[in-house]
Nanobody, 123 residues
Framework: QVQLVESGGGLVQAGGSLRLSCLFS????????MSWFRQAPGKEREFVAA???????YYADSVKGRFTISRDNAKNTVYLQMNSLKPEDTAVYYC?????????????????WGRGTQVTVSS
């Protein structure tokens, strides 16, 4: 069974940066599509960024140029570097994993989820 544990959330001022980490265990990390989603209060969970060995990386338009997803297969970890943060980036950020390949931008396309980490951006 895959387990995902996020870390790195916190409170930051607008314009600041944070790096989220997600530690993967239970299966062969390198073959999984890994993604980040977020959910703000009263809103639906939305796609942020994804990475897989076939499709490389892709992002939501709202974070392009500010966020970077990366992975370290030796450490079984996926990262989300978030720069130029805005108050509208405030949300719980979730790590997601799925063994299938291909572009995956919807939460129902992912089998495994972490519990989330809170990111709060103050204005």
């Amino acid at each position: 069974q895959v387990q995902l544990v996020e870390s790195g959330g916190g409170l930051v001022q607008a314009g600041g940066s944070l790096r989220l980490s997600c530690l993967f265990s239970g299966r062969t990390f390198a073959t999984y599509t890994m993604s980040w989603f977020r959910q703000a209060p009263g809103k639906e969970r939305e796609f942020v960024a994804a990475n897989s060995w076939i499709t490389s990386t892709y992002y939501a338009d709202s974070v392009k140029g500010r966020f970077t997803i990366s992975r370290d297969n030796a450490k079984n970890t996926v990262y989300l570097q978030m720069n130029s943060l805005k108050p509208e980036d405030t949300a719980v950020y979730y790590c997601a994993a799925d063994p299938r390949v291909g572009t995956r931008r919807y939460s129902h396309e992912y089998e495994f989820w972490g519990r989330g980490t809170q990111v709060t951006v103050s204005s």
